[in-house]
């Protein structure tokens, strides 16, 4: 939702876009440093009550928002409200860890999620269009309350149905090639997204043709989410992971020299999908790794990382070298990142053989 609130705090307090646009970093930056925060304490913490905690803080912080009218006071806000998320976030997705098959499981919640996300880009602006900014901000506090009691169902132990051999001796080595991917994907796949309006408009289409290009991508992608949860791991991950984060990669790569309308629709579509298939097998390798939910918990604030500072490091690059100097950049990402997780994939497989 950063897009739509950024836009109504330049309209509602007369922001300038960086003031703005920092206020996103803010909030990010506060998600990210909760999810690492809490990642190492995934085996003793009171999942149940801390969560509860986050939620009721990112509410207040959402609310708080509503009432603000300065940077400062909205700068606490923000930080508020992302701690709040980022404990909510880390703590839900450890959660996965303890079941038989996350990448499934994953691959339900990135259904759920684009769902919501595509009901939410139809109607928050509504609200916006109502209460300018404090709108917006009402309508994510009324969210986060409404989904409050959902984090009741949270189990507080790490007793699930999936057992087998951990791999601790080489987890820390396998962890941190697993943070590494995922902060590279999110970093590239979010710094072509946060100019794929430019890109639409350099393949002659306007804006109205945009926007329903956009919406097609994200309702494409439960195509890729509804095909992991059928295949899990039925093939192991190796390959079904290794393939999206390829195809991911080469439709970013494409995009870069884009110039038709149809070139442009038929890329993003493909990327939508390619994506949303990719994530579920990105964060289930994560959640594998330990029962106990630590590297995907860590894995959420890497990805968060990665995904703020796509913008910032892929538009100077456009307004430096252009948008195929910006295509190579995040295909390189993609790639390094396929190499990075590629034998974590291979050594989860090969434990699951020995398990089996």
């Given at each position: 939702m950063q897009p739509l609130l950024i836009g109504a705090l330049m309209d509602g307090l007369h922001?300038?876009?960086?003031?703005?646009?920092?206020?996103?970093?803010?909030?990010?930056?506060?998600?990210?440093?909760?999810?690492?925060?809490?990642a190492p304490r995934m085996g003793t913490i009171s999942r149940r009550l801390l969560s509860c905690v986050g939620a009721v803080l990112a509410v207040l912080g959402y609310g708080g928002s509503m009432l603000a009218a300065s940077f400062a006071s909205l700068a606490v806000c923000r930080v508020a409200a992302g701690v709040g998320a980022g404990m909510v976030l880390a703590i839900g997705n450890a959660a996965v860890s303890a079941c038989r098959h996350p990448e499934r499981v994953y691959a339900q919640m990135t259904i759920a999620g684009t769902v919501a996300l595509t009901a939410l880009l139809a109607l928050l602006p509504l609200a916006i269009a109502r209460f300018a900014y404090r709108g917006g901000y009402g309508g994510m506090a009324a969210i986060a309350l409404a989904l409050l009691p959902a984090l009741?169902?949270?189990?507080?132990?790490?007793?699930?149905?999936?057992?087998?051999?951990?791999?601790?001796?080489?987890?820390?080595?396998?962890?941190?090639?697993?943070?590494?991917?995922?902060?590279?994907?999110?970093?590239?796949?979010?710094?072509?997204?946060?100019?794929?309006?430019?890109?639409?408009?350099?393949?002659?289409?306007?804006?109205?043709?945009?926007?329903?290009?956009?919406?097609?991508?994200?309702?494409?992608?439960?195509?890729?989410?509804?095909?992991?949860?059928?295949?899990g791991t039925e093939y192991g991950r190796t390959?079904?992971?290794?393939?999206g984060m390829v195809a991911t990669g080469l439709t970013l790569l494409a995009l870069g020299s884009v110039?038709?309308?149809?070139?442009?629709?038929?890329?993003?579509?493909?990327?939508?999908?390619?994506?949303l298939f990719m994530v579920p097998y990105i964060l289930g390798v994560a959640a594998a790794l330990?029962?106990?939910?630590?590297?995907?918990?860590?894995?959420?604030?890497?990805?968060?990382?990665?995904?703020?500072?796509?913008?910032?490091?892929v538009g100077?690059?456009?307004?430096?070298?252009?948008?195929?100097?910006?295509?190579?950049?995040?295909?390189?990402?993609?790639?390094?990142?396929?190499?990075?997780?590629?034998p974590v994939a291979r050594a989860l497989d090969r434990r699951d053989d020995v398990d089996s």
């Amino acid at each position: 939702m950063q897009p739509l609130l950024i836009g109504a705090l330049m309209d509602g307090l007369h922001m300038d876009g960086g003031s703005a646009g920092l206020l996103g970093s803010i909030e990010l930056g506060a998600v990210a440093l909760a999810s690492f925060a809490l990642a190492p304490r995934m085996g003793t913490i009171s999942r149940r009550l801390l969560s509860c905690v986050g939620a009721v803080l990112a509410v207040l912080g959402y609310g708080g928002s509503m009432l603000a009218a300065s940077f400062a006071s909205l700068a606490v806000c923000r930080v508020a409200a992302g701690v709040g998320a980022g404990m909510v976030l880390a703590i839900g997705n450890a959660a996965v860890s303890a079941c038989r098959h996350p990448e499934r499981v994953y691959a339900q919640m990135t259904i759920a999620g684009t769902v919501a996300l595509t009901a939410l880009l139809a109607l928050l602006p509504l609200a916006i269009a109502r209460f300018a900014y404090r709108g917006g901000y009402g309508g994510m506090a009324a969210i986060a309350l409404a989904l409050l009691p959902a984090l009741l169902w949270i189990p507080d132990t790490i007793s699930g149905t999936r057992e087998h051999v951990e791999i601790e001796p080489v987890a820390s080595r396998l962890g941190v090639a697993t943070l590494l991917a995922a902060g590279l994907l999110f970093f590239a796949q979010s710094g072509v997204w946060a100019f794929a309006e430019r890109i639409g408009t350099r393949a002659q289409l306007n804006h109205t043709a945009i926007g329903v290009v956009l919406a097609s991508s994200t309702l494409a992608g439960l195509c890729g989410a509804g095909l992991a949860n059928r295949v899990g791991t039925e093939y192991g991950r190796t390959l079904p992971l290794s393939s999206g984060m390829v195809a991911t990669g080469l439709t970013l790569l494409a995009l870069g020299s884009v110039r038709t309308p149809r070139a442009y629709t038929v890329l993003l579509i493909l990327n939508g999908i390619a994506y949303l298939f990719m994530v579920p097998y990105i964060l289930g390798v994560a959640a594998a790794l330990d029962r106990q939910g630590r590297w995907a918990a860590a894995t959420i604030g890497a990805a968060t990382v990665g995904a703020a500072l796509g913008p910032g490091v892929v538009g100077p690059v456009i307004e430096t070298h252009g948008y195929a100097a910006m295509a190579w950049v995040v295909f390189a990402a993609a790639m390094v990142a396929a190499i990075a997780v590629t034998p974590v994939a291979r050594a989860l497989d090969r434990r699951d053989d020995v398990d089996s």
